[in-house]
């Protein structure tokens, strides 16, 4: 199957056509704020990760590890016989792809709990199946609607509407899910 992304100007219209009351408006936002605070953090981390992965495997490799970005410095003449991997340096790796597999395991948790709010929470049962069909055949893409959501009801929020209120309404939105939810044995 082909992976189709849906173009911005596509999620708009769906978002728009949803027929959102106000209420669930103002929900969007904050769930949108949320989720977007949080996939930050864990892609921010996921990219920290990766560096200090790529820099503890290159000194196993005899390669110059001053500057990782630059395309340059991966050239094959660069490299050089090395002894083999450190203990030391093996165990630091063993860690870093264990915090590499747990960070994608929170990203999942993120989608399948923003996917729970969105159902149980904020869309309305002829919402929720006008969603899915208007995404058949592919997947159902919440983080592709929360985004729309936040960028169309985002300036709306900010002038009709007192932060205060909207907070104390969906403050208990997007807490994490229970570890039995999480989907650790996966």
């Keep these: 199957h082909e992976v189709i992304c849906r173009a911005e100007e596509d999620w708009l219209k769906i978002t728009h056509r949803m027929g959102f009351s106000e209420q669930q408006r103002r929900k969007?936002?904050?769930?949108?704020q949320q989720y977007y605070s949080k996939i930050e953090?864990?892609?921010?981390e996921r990219q920290r990760l990766n560096?200090?992965?790529?820099?503890?495997?290159l000194p196993d490799l005899g390669m110059d590890t001053s500057d990782t970005t630059s395309q340059k410095n991966f050239s094959p003449n660069r490299f050089s016989v090395s002894t083999g991997p450190s203990r030391q340096s093996t165990n630091r790796t063993q860690f870093l792809?264990?915090?590499?597999?747990?960070n994608m395991h929170a990203e999942q948790r993120l989608y399948s709990g923003l996917d729970y709010v969105l159902f149980?929470?904020?869309f309305t049962p002829l919402q929720g199946a006008w969603f899915y069909l208007a995404?058949?055949?592919?997947?159902?893409?919440?983080?592709?609607?929360?985004?729309?959501?936040?960028?169309?009801f985002q300036q709306s929020r900010n002038e009709n509407?007192?932060?205060?209120?909207?907070?104390?309404?969906?403050?208990?939105l997007f807490v994490d899910a229970p570890r039995s939810f999480q989907g650790d044995s996966v």
Excluded: F, M, W
């Design 161 to 172: 509407c007192s932060s205060e209120n909207v907070e104390q309404e969906t403050s208990l």
């Design 120 to 122: 149980a929470e904020i």
């Design 28 to 32: 969007l936002v904050v769930l949108y």
């Design 51 to 57: 560096v200090e992965l790529t820099r503890c495997l």
């Design 41 to 44: 953090g864990i892609i921010r």
């Design 97 to 102: 792809v264990q915090s590499l597999k747990e």
């Design 135 to 152: 995404l058949y055949p592919e997947h159902c893409d919440c983080a592709g609607l929360i985004n729309a959501a936040g960028k169309l």
